[in-house]
């Protein structure tokens, strides 16, 4: 049996990107590198992160944005909060917009041990 220590020296949403991936695809990969990086941008920048996203190009046209966070708040991992006054009004805008609360991520740098 051995033992490996691995240093990482992330950028934050990388750091966040790294997480969600050891959580989510630890076992059979369920989300491309696209979907964790639109993950980790909701995580980082909340309501902001569609602007973030196109500005950062990650993706270039807005429609995407939109179809990807619909994606994947259908498939769970993201949850909107919907605004009181959409909601009275039949309209789906939203307040605010977050990971889900299960996938629950550190900001604290941690120590990743990895038996083979």
Known sequence: ???????????????????????????????????????????????????RLFNDRILTNVNSIINYLSKLTIRGYIVKEVAFEAEHRGKKGYSDISLNPNLQMTEEDFIQVSIV
């Open 1 to 51: 049996m051995k033992k490996f220590k691995r240093d990482y020296k992330l950028p934050k949403v990388e750091f966040i990107k790294f997480q969600l991936d050891q959580t989510i695809n630890h076992s059979q990969k369920l989300l491309n590198d696209t979907e964790l990086t639109i993950l980790a941008y909701v995580h980082c920048y909340g309501m902001d992160c569609k602007d």
